[in-house]
């Protein structure tokens, strides 16, 4: 592992030297986040590897999820690993603030709080990941998706710990990027023991660029459980908004809400007592969302308010963190967000568990497989643009045996996987006996 991280010293020493002199910066640009929310002050050292809490004796996993996604496809892994290996303990680290918020909700219900203890993983400083390894000392690491930082991966074959890549995915697009620098690619796929790709492309482009041990296993979001919901929180909601047909758009991005609040107006001209749920990617964005000329009078749910009534508008902001498993099982329509703009799309696995019937735009590449497997079930139609996507909404309000059919079958094609949890986490257990 290490030979293969050092074919590239020139790489390696000149990264090193920018970070370093990047530290400065860092420091401010952390402190700059965390005014505005996207860090927590109190746990900013974390960010530099210093650490107060202590390292759990025995045995120790370390796993690495980048955001949200990432770690709730992680939760059924965790669950299988205390099963499994009951003597090891987790150490899960992720880099933004909501992943941070759902593993303190989640991890309690799961009854995993004992086990898995969150960080904040540090930045890809030399002298900051020092800490942080010197600190917990894992005694193997995994890291989800397709996170690479030369620093961390270095200092990680340094220690002699061996590494894996689950769940992991690499784009036509980052793949086109990463054959421009064949040998730094080699170099640093080929610090990790095995890579587990989601999927057959996903395993060739690993391939292609010279990592060793690929494996086209299955992606985990389809092992993923349901997102939960409070039950008294959801019956208040069913409550107050009735019978009422409900169009949600679920986790998206600047630029949509003006496409979705376009449609809408179509929408409410046939069915004037439609419903429409906006649940942003990002829930700060809700207030400013709001001020948008389109959204006048739409209330905020971080504000307290609850949904308008009839002739109130129709729209309603739930800009909230952690409750789009209440708004899938409130919703009629769901259209996934992060695919009308060119972002990649989002998780259209976790509403299709659920039963319900699903939209998408054209711009999916993050989950490709996901939205072939949902539509090859006919859980999912797929739009071009703003206008396509209100025809379609419209024709399945006026057909609800189209939408019972599209909602009946999601929960089947998203449980395709079902098994793979228990996988991942034997494979994790062979990692761990590599460091013996």
């Known amino acids: 592992m290490l030979r293969r991280l050092t074919l590239f010293p020139l790489f390696g020493a000149v990264w090193a030297a920018a970070a370093r002199l990047a530290a400065p910066g860092l420091r401010l640009m952390l402190w700059t986040r965390a005014r505005r929310g996207k860090e927590i002050a109190a746990r900013l050292p974390e960010r530099r590897g210093i650490e107060a809490a202590p390292r759990p004796a025995g045995r120790l996993l370390w796993l690495h999820a980048a955001s949200v996604g990432e770690t709730v496809s992680l939760l059924p892994v965790l669950g299988e690993l205390a099963r499994q290996a009951p003597d090891v303990s987790v150490l899960l680290t992720t880099g933004t603030v909501t992943s941070a918020e759902l593993l303190a909700a989640r991890l309690p219900a799961l009854g995993l709080a004992g086990r898995v203890a969150h960080r ?21 690491a995994a890291f989800v998706e397709s996170e690479l930082w030369p620093n961390l991966l270095a200092a990680c074959a340094r220690r002699r710990i061996p590494l894996m890549l689950i769940n992991a995915r690499l784009s036509a697009r980052s793949f086109a990027r990463w054959r421009r620098w064949p040998g730094l690619a080699r170099g640093l796929l080929g610090g990790f023991a095995s890579i587990r790709a989601r999927g057959a492309d996903d395993a060739a482009r690993f391939s292609a660029l010279g990592a ?15 997102l ?35 449609a809408h107006r179509r929408l409410i001209a046939r069915h004037p007592d439609l419903l429409t749920i906006l649940v942003p990617r990002h829930p700060a964005r809700g207030l400013a969302i709001a001020a948008l000329p389109e959204a006048a009078t739409a209330p905020c749910r971080s504000t307290g308010a609850g949904p308008p009534g009839l002739g109130e508008g129709g729209v309603y902001i739930a800009d909230t963190l952690g409750e789009l498993g209440i708004f899938y099982r409130l919703a009629t ?70 939408r019972a059919v599209m909602a009946a079958s999601g929960p089947a094609a998203a449980a395709r996987f079902a098994d793979l949890p228990a996988a991942t986490a034997a494979a994790l257990r062979g990692l761990l006996d590599r460091s013996r």
């Open 228 to 262: 939960p919901a409070d039950p008294a929180t959801l019956a208040a909601l069913r409550a107050a908004i009735g019978a009422r047909p409900v169009f949600l758009a679920a986790s998206t991005h600047p630029g949509e809400e003006e496409i979705l609040l376009a």
């Open 120 to 140: 904040f993983v540090p930045l890809d400083v030399p002298g900051w990941v020092a800490r942080f390894l010197d600190h917990w000392r894992p005694d193997a």
């Open 333 to 402: 329509i769901a259209f996934i967000g992060g695919s009308l703009v060119p972002h990649g799309g989002q998780n259209p696995l976790e509403a299709a568990r659920l039963g319900t019937a699903l939209v998408v735009g054209p711009h999916c590449a993050n989950f490709t497989e996901a939205v072939a497997a949902l539509a090859a079930a006919g859980a999912v139609r797929e739009v071009r643009d703003g206008e396509a996507l209100a025809a379609v909404i419209l024709r399945l309000l006026d057909d609800p045996g189209a």
């Open 212 to 226: 060793p041990c690929v494996r086209a296993v299955g992606d985990l979001k389809f092992a993923a459980t349901e």
